[in-house]
């Protein structure tokens, strides 16, 4: 078994980048969910209400963001402009980051269409996922996202129009051999690297958009049979173990089962 792609997601709901290979730390993957669009009064915004959000593209460096909107319009923003504190939400955990000028929250809210602020989350996350002790992003709940091609494959048999796996938005993505066998492992390692099994990830509305549209499927597929076949669990939530680099191609070894 391989880990067949890495991948981050800069913006939380925004496009993503794979990675050939990538650093591992227990707040997740370098700048994946590291910045956030949100209310002017913290509350995030995600793709689940906008899900133009997935059209847009993200290209992030250590000092900097930059967002090309659908219509192609770009804007970088550097971190030494993030300058001002408030406190944001994502689910029930609210902690302080950063946001910057006026002129970037006001050229980001014409382009989603709603009144929207950047917020970063620093060089250090003011967040804790209670489970690990560790720093958590602005992801839903935890630092990585597993999915398998094997449970991809058995999902897409079950459906009359095939889904790609990019509307998972998983960090790693593995060739197993049996479907959601990946809901059995407890411990694995990939690479330098090992995880522990944090828990399942129950999906939502997101996975019906077209990532090439951004129209919602009219039927709700594939979330709908998820619903049904599987409780919408499709991949699972981790927590590392240890730092160190993973690469595509790296073995994936199950190193204890649940």
């Excluded at 935890?142 to 129009?161: E, K, Q, R, Y």
């Excluded at 694995?188 to 509305?205: L, N, S, Y």
């Excluded at 039927?219 to 709908?224: G, I, N």
Aim: proline content about 5%.
């Amino acid at each position: 078994m391989k880990l067949t792609s890495i991948a981050r997601y800069p913006v939380k709901s925004m496009g993503g980048n794979v990675l050939a290979e990538s650093a591992v730390t227990p707040v997740g993957l370098p700048h994946d969910r590291e910045w956030l669009v949100a209310t002017p009064q913290g509350g995030f915004i995600t793709a689940r209400k906008f899900p133009q959000m997935l059209l847009w593209q993200t290209d992030a460096a250590p000092d900097r963001l930059t967002l090309t909107a659908p219509d192609g319009s770009s804007r970088t923003v550097y971190t030494n402009e993030m300058v001002h504190t408030a406190d944001v939400t994502v689910w029930k955990d609210c902690f302080p980051a950063y946001h910057g000028s006026a002129e970037t929250d006001e050229w980001l809210s014409e382009r989603i269409g709603t009144d929207a602020r950047l917020y970063w989350l620093g060089w250090h996350s003011k967040r804790v996922l209670a489970y690990s002790q560790t720093p958590l992003s602005f992801a839903d709940s935890a630092p990585f996202l597993l999915t398998n091609t094997a449970s991809l494959d058995d999902l897409n048999a079950m459906l009359d129009t095939p889904v790609e796996m990019k509307r998972f938005r998983a960090n790693f993505v593995v060739s197993g051999k049996e479907a959601y066998e990946e809901e059995t492992w407890h411990r694995i390692r990939i690479g330098e690297v090992e995880f522990e099994h944090f828990k399942p990830c129950t999906r939502c509305v997101m996975t019906t958009v077209d990532l090439k549209t951004a129209k919602k499927d009219p039927f709700q597929e594939p979330l709908s049979t998820l619903a049904i076949a599987r409780k919408a669990v499709f991949g699972v939530h981790l927590v590392a173990l240890n730092q160190g680099v993973v690469k595509a191609g790296d073995e994936v070894e199950v190193l204890s089962y649940k």
